[in-house]
């Protein structure tokens, strides 16, 4: 089993529906990242959140709303998604972040999601 | 800025058969990460190797060796006496050091690579 757990593992939703995925790592890790991932696609960069603070956001539509309540945990709300949202949505946790190079991420399974 | 580049999008190997996965990097900087993922049809990204940027031998982890040559940029995955379970997408990735500033992985476009038995 990986380190990092991500729940629900499927998730459907509607276009008007609010959800929320969820992430939680018990390594000591005090960095959080959320990747998109599309079919036959590369991981892309959402949010990195370090030491519990939004530290990158890269241009992602604010209908993705981040959290970080503690250390261990990295939530990632929905609200009015559209269908071209559907995708795999990978939590990732390393030491710290701007640790060393060589300290690379452990990730979750991913929750796969269908905007219907 | 950084890019990784992987020129094969879909590789078949024998079982047994040892197979090499190539990818090739562009950076300014002198110190950096390089990272192999793998990812199965279920998803999970799972950690290969590294290999740090001077480190002057090459990484190797069981079935799993870089090939890495600094000066052209490249850090080819090798992977010996293949498996039918290493069937499965094949991401390489690169991660500047601290002084960069908040430098998270970036992946190339990777490598699907296809067991026969």
């Known amino acids: 089993d990986t380190e990092v757990t991500q729940t629900p593992k499927h998730l459907v939703m509607g276009m008007t529906n609010k959800k929320s995925l969820k992430c939680e790592q018990h390594?000591?890790?005090?960095?959080m990242y959320w990747y998109k991932q599309k079919a036959k696609k590369p991981p892309e960069l959402m949010f990195v959140?370090?030491?519990?603070?939004?530290?990158i956001n890269e241009s992602v539509p604010s209908r993705f709303s981040p959290e970080c309540p503690n250390s261990s945990l990295l939530n990632l709300h929905l609200h009015a998604l559209q269908p071209e949202d559907s995708a795999l949505y990978l939590c990732?946790?390393?030491?710290?972040?701007?640790?060393?190079?060589?300290?690379?991420?452990?990730f979750g399974s991913g929750t796969r999601l269908t905007v219907v | 800025a950084q890019k990784i580049t992987q020129t094969q999008p879909g590789m078949f190997v024998q079982e047994k058969e040892a197979v090499t996965l190539d990818c090739t990097y562009d950076?300014?900087?002198?110190?950096?990460?390089l990272f192999w993922y793998k990812q199965p049809s279920s998803g999970e990204m799972i950690f290969l190797i590294y290999?740090?940027?001077?480190?002057?031998q090459n990484a190797t982890e069981g079935r799993y060796s870089l090939n890495f040559q600094k000066a052209r940029k490249s850090t080819n995955l090798v992977i010996s006496a293949s498996q039918l379970g290493d069937s499965a997408m094949y991401f390489c990735?690169?991660?500047?050091?601290?002084?960069?500033?908040?430098?998270?992985?970036?992946f190339g476009k990777g490598t699907r690579l296809s067991v026969i038995a």
């Open positions: 390594m000591g890790h005090r960095a």
């Open positions: 950076t300014s900087d002198q110190s950096y990460g």
């Open positions: 990732a946790s390393s030491l710290r972040q701007g640790a060393e190079s060589n300290y690379g991420y452990t």
């Open positions: 290999q740090g940027s001077y480190d002057e």
């Open positions: 990735a690169m991660r500047d050091p601290p002084t960069s500033g908040n430098t998270p992985l970036v």
């Open positions: 959140y370090s030491y519990e603070k939004l530290s």
